[in-house]
């Protein structure tokens, strides 16, 4: 993770909803404690979102119908993936404006690992911190 690191609007709404999986929620949570400026932000965005509740693509959002896979977001994203693929992706996040996705494409288009990779990664370093087990 890189010091200029900023959730986007996405995944601070997905943050909110609990939606991230938890190590992107953990790093979300720990960005907004170390800048509280930051929560105004969210209370905006809170805001924008309630006058904006009514409508059907918040309802589509909301129950994230049609959600792809990551790893088709990742093919998106190498190209891999045909043309109506792309268009069919390409609504999802355009039109009906899927915040989990965003936040997904967000963080793949950074370079993210996948969770897996960050579990294994979380996992490998502190396993040496843990206390012995005493049998
Ligand atoms: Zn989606």
Request: proline fraction near 5%; include cysteine; aromatic fraction near 6%.
């Amino acid at each position: 993770m890189s010091d200029t690191w900023l959730p986007t609007d996405a995944e601070l709404l997905a943050w909110i909803d609990e939606d991230l999986d938890p190590v992107a929620s953990a790093r979300v949570e720990t960005f907004l404690r170390d800048r509280p400026p930051l929560l105004s932000r969210l209370e905006e965005l809170l805001a924008d979102r309630e006058k904006a509740s009514l409508s059907l693509g918040e309802i589509w959002r909301r129950h994230r119908i049609s959600c792809p896979p990551r790893t088709l977001w990742q093919a998106y994203l190498d190209g891999s993936v045909g043309d109506g693929v792309a268009q069919y992706l390409q609504g999802h996040l355009n039109l009906v404006g899927c915040r989990v996705c965003q936040a997904n494409v967000d963080d793949l288009g950074r370079g993210g690992a996948s969770s897996d990779d960050l579990q294994r990664k979380i996992f490998s370093t502190s396993i040496g911190r843990l206390p012995r087990r005493k049998d």
